[in-house]
């Protein structure tokens, strides 16, 4: 499954934005898509932000997302789908878009593909 990532970009805080993930290729056999994201300064690590269950369309956040951002996706579209409103500097990171077979993980190493990132930048 290859993914694709888009609608970054540059915000000032408060304002939104909304992250598109489309997957193509092969056979849709994975059970979960989240975001991820990767902080400036902070190495490698990726920080889960939010999944959603492909099928029943399920939804899990982190608490830093939670109350703020919202996941969804189209199936018809094979389009996952993150809205990000009331924007905070702290939220500048690359976000990835992963796909899994455990619902809800939060744990990076669960899932199997990656995109590769869209960089997402917000000023004071």
């Known amino acids: 499954v290859q993914l694709v990532e888009s609608g970054g970009g540059l915000v000032q805080a408060g304002g939104s934005l909304r992250l598109s993930c489309t997957a193509s290729?092969?056979?849709?056999?994975?059970?979960?898509m989240a975001w991820f994201r990767q902080a400036p300064g902070k190495g490698k690590d990726r920080d889960f932000v939010?999944?959603?269950?492909?099928?029943?369309?399920?939804?899990f956040y982190s608490i830093p997302a939670s109350g703020r951002f919202t996941i969804s996706r189209e199936l018809h579209k094979n389009t996952m789908y993150l809205e990000m409103n009331m924007l905070k500097p702290d939220d500048t990171a690359i976000y990835y878009c992963?796909?899994?077979?455990?619902?809800?993980?939060?744990?990076?190493?669960?899932?199997?593909?990656w995109g590769r990132g869209i960089q997402v930048t917000v000023s004071a």
């Open positions: 939010a999944a959603i269950e492909w099928t029943r369309g399920l939804t």
């Open positions: 290729g092969g056979a849709f056999r994975f059970n979960s």
């Open positions: 992963a796909t899994g077979d455990i619902i809800a993980s939060s744990d990076p190493d669960t899932y199997d593909s």
